[in-house]
């Protein structure tokens, strides 16, 4: 295949008219032409390399890799380092290795890492553990490019045995090994570099990107649906502010924000997740305008997602040169942006109306081993009138949480919400065979009635459940039960889920419908009084036990600042 | 040699700490590491890759190549592709080979282009023609990287055949041909596009940049002493501005301007030509900054004159990758850009105070074959009291001039100079042996007595002297005959001349004596009332024939918009 385009060329930062050739999927031939009044260039369009999202958990998308494809084409993603890190918790290896198969049937470019950390903690149940001879058996793969996300900074830091065998054997299989590192400073910082854990996607301020790309992080700028770190790292006045020290710059980069000279600091833009509902409105395109109206440069922006991760992971796309796979986009315009057709392989994915594979179905087993619950199992007892608890505190979207106090009456021996006050019960059920219930209380959700309840709740994705009363509570984590795994609203007025059948994490349904669904879910727990603008995202976070200050796990409520269970019942 | 350092990678648009090997002079480590409290960063300091000018006249520098590349290293720069146009025009092949062999003896990147255009036009008498055989003959030396600047641009419309064969053989030899094409437009741009000329260096405002860039030529932003056009070019209020028809964009450009993502219509950025007294200051070192401060990203400004020109002219530099030549830069940092140190294929060049070799000599012949003028050569006689003449009208650095008249009385017959309104006498005189000479009228000098002669004269460079009276000129002008060449002040009390021995147009000194020297003519041309700053740059100029409106030879007055000799006494 031959034909004639206008080519942004993100090797030399410029564009040019070219004659391209692609064989077998390749491209080898990029020609620089000249246009005289003879000559029509083929393509109505500006062609790019398709772009590449470095790090992401596609379960966070709730459908499988071979539907992520199907709408990532849409927005000119052809490529991602996948983290299957979700799958992985809760069904090992066995999860890790049905996402590649999927991801395999469509021709969509899944490059994987092999999650370093599962479980996150011992603090809960997860239902599996991926060891350093997992790991082995994973990097061994030609599909898994990178050690992922290693997440248990103190156990770098420490010398945690299991872990450093982990980072060796990543060294040793010639494979780069992600990081996650939040606020990580210093000679800590340094302990950690030493294991070769080479980029970062965790800084939200200028200063700690700063300290470790200097110190040879290549430094991943997230935006995501959960995290968006973009405006804090590229909104220059915003930059000005962070330094309160500018000699902390060092001589080279001296005045680098003054000057407006800040652009080398940063290599890639990743998504980390990406929610049903965000994903239908687009992927990387969307944070490619963003960065160039934040003041970044718009071939830069495009290297972050085309030319830099592809010479990271060694991927052999990313550029649109000689020799590379033949993966790219058609824009209409370096402006406007809209992906008009996507290629693969030089195969055309996405039309501008219909993509043209596709995605088989996940066949995976159902992952939720948990009996049905009465109302009683989520009840807090309490003899006496009133007592004091703790209380979780959330915000909507965010992995932070409070930790707070309330007094609240009990009703026969039964400790009750306080609607008034926005005291809710919460409760993680334990899905993985063991029967473990937790319930506690939080603050932020706003439900006046009803119970929600999913089988996503980072990191272990136990069964998560927020709710005025136990009885709603049991039905909508009985709902989720009969769904094998999902998303439900339940009250008075609705009984309604998104099931979610592989892992407890996914569905086989398409991104519009699963954004769908979530849509009717999020419109029902607002009618239910909740104020959040992502309650199930927020819910999900609750038992996120590294991220403080207090967390539930199935096994108890969570101090994250002592690392350690403390009572809900204050004595 | 090994060494670890912040390298900037102009191919990902970022940089990190790297360990570095060099061996026989080629990069054949560049490894990104990471930083822990151990390590130490061998060098103090960012190393980028050694700037490369893509389109210079090393003539205009008024040194040798050698001395070229002395003071070049001093600002970064490691490698330019010259076009040896002006010393072709004076010895031809002869005179080129004289460059290649001075620049060979220093370790310093010179790329020649062939000069396609000598003599420049047939209405002045020039010391060679370069052919299309003698074309030839260049394009199959290694050094010839390139055909150098196409300036008869009516000619290749035209299908002049001499003109064709050397484009022809410049495809056939696999040579990129280089384009000078001011305002060229629509379909005639379209006939000089289809013979494969692929740069221009002429645009002076975007619209004409844009065309151009769409049709396939890659953009040169000149930054010179003699043409500035980078502000016209990267300022975005100044392109806004020019932008009337913003449809003429089209649909794939629509708004680059409006929404600040233009950066990708530039290729490089060069110098032209580079007078001494400015290369002692800065080079691209300084275009850098500026373009910055006009808004350009830096690593879009570093690939201008790294990576970009090296991929065009197949250089296999101006990247610090593996398998590139180890040419690299150390800067103190990315905002002062001051140049620490300058490395050549490994070897240090520049070590932040010496340059670390030698420049040998160019032995050329004498190239004025002239006899010595009296007065009488430079009088225009005219029988009457008061006559009235063409007169070229000239403004400071200026290759455009204005045709104006002026009434002139006379004396003896003899027609005199009008110090009062600023009309002085001009002469142009052959030297190449066959003794022509015409004298003429100009306004703008402003001297009020002597006269200034030199035989840097574009494009052919004979002898132009500009004066108030006959006998200073003749001064003048014997002044340059006996220097071999060179710049002359003379009047009752000065009598200084800056030799330029090597084809009237270079010193074998080096760059800080000949622009001390030159400083020392330039005060005195002010001391005699002369109000441009750039007296004898502006005066080259006026014997460039191609450049609108009126202009001088050694055979008679241009009329450049007719493009036909006009008499200097009106009829």
Do not use: W
Not at 233 to 239: G, K, P, Q, Y
Not at 243 to 270: A, C, M, Q, T
Not at 337 to 366: H, K, Q, S
């Amino acid at each position: 295949m031959s034909f004639t385009a206008y080519v942004l060329d993100v090797v030399s930062n410029t564009f040019f008219p070219a004659r391209i050739t692609v064989e077998n999927g390749i491209f080898t031939e990029v020609t620089p032409i000249t246009v005289n009044e003879k000559l029509n260039i083929d393509v109505k369009g500006l062609v790019i390399p398709g772009f590449i999202d470095s790090h992401i958990h596609i379960e966070s998308s709730m459908i499988t890799p071979a539907q992520f494809a199907k709408i990532a084409v849409r927005h000119g993603t052809t490529a991602v380092v996948a983290d299957p890190h979700e799958i992985g918790n809760v069904l090992g290896i066995e999860g890790i290795e049905a996402m590649i198969e999927n991801a395999k049937a469509v021709p969509f470019n899944f490059y994987f890492s092999a999650p370093s950390c599962v479980p996150a903690t011992s603090f809960e149940t997860s239902g599996a553990v991926i060891d350093s001879s997992d790991i082995e058996y994973l990097l061994k793969k030609d599909e898994i490019v990178a050690l992922g996300e290693m997440m248990n900074f103190p156990g770098v830091i420490n010398g945690d045995e299991e872990v450093l065998k982990k980072l060796e054997l990543a060294r040793q299989y010639g494979k780069p090994i992600d990081g996650h590192a939040p606020l990580l400073t210093r000679e800590d910082l340094g302990k950690y570099l030493e294991q070769g854990i080479s980029t970062d996607h965790e800084c939200s301020n200028i200063i700690e990107a700063f300290e470790k790309k200097m110190k040879g992080m290549k430094i991943m700028v997230r935006d995501g649906s959960s995290a968006m770190d973009m405006e804090g790292l590229f909104n220059i006045n915003h930059a000005l502010e962070n330094i309160e020290n500018p000699e902390k710059l060092g001589v080279i980069f001296r005045d680098i924000f003054k000057k407006k000279v800040y652009s080398p600091l940063f290599d890639f833009i990743v998504s980390d997740d990406k929610h049903p509902d965000d994903l239908i409105k687009g992927h990387l395109n969307l944070s490619i305008k963003k960065a160039t109206r934040l003041g970044i440069d718009i071939l830069k922006a495009i290297s972050m997602v085309t030319i830099n991760p592809s010479r990271h992971y060694n991927l052999n796309c990313g550029a649109i040169v000689e020799g590379a796979k033949a993966d790219y986009v058609i824009i209409d315009s370096i402006c406007d942006f809209n992906i008009l057709e996507t290629y693969i392989g030089g195969e055309c994915v996405f039309d501008g109306e219909n993509v043209l594979f596709d995605a088989p179905e996940i066949d995976a087993r159902n992952s939720i081993n948990a009996t049905k619950k009465s109302a009683s199992d989520f009840d807090v007892l309490y003899d006496g009138d009133e007592c004091e608890v703790n209380v979780i505190e959330c915000f909507d979207g965010d992995l932070l949480t409070k930790k707070t106090t309330a007094k609240l009456r009990t009703k026969n021996g039964v400790v009750q919400s306080d609607s008034y006050n926005d005291i809710l019960k919460i409760s993680v059920v334990e899905r993985y065979g063991g029967g473990n219930i937790t319930n506690a209380f939080i603050k932020g959700f706003g439900l006046n009635k009803g119970a929600i309840a999913s089988s996503v709740a980072h990191d272990s994705h136990n069964i998560i459940v927020i709710g005025y009363d136990s009885e709603t509570m049991a039905q909508a984590v009985n709902k989720v039960i009969d769904d094998k795994g999902g998303i439900a609203v339940v009250s008075e007025d609705f009984n309604e889920s998104l099931p979610l059948p592989i892992a407890g994490l996914m569905s086989n349904e398409d991104a519009y419908d699963v954004a769908h669904k979530l849509d009717i879910l999020h419109k029902m727990a607002s009618a239910l009084g909740c104020k959040l603008k992502s309650p199930f995202m927020t819910m999900a976070f609750m038992a996120l036990l590294v991220i403080p200050s207090i967390k539930i796990s199935d096994m108890g409520l969570f101090d994250g600042e002592a690392f350690e269970f403390i009572d809900v019942i204050k004595n």
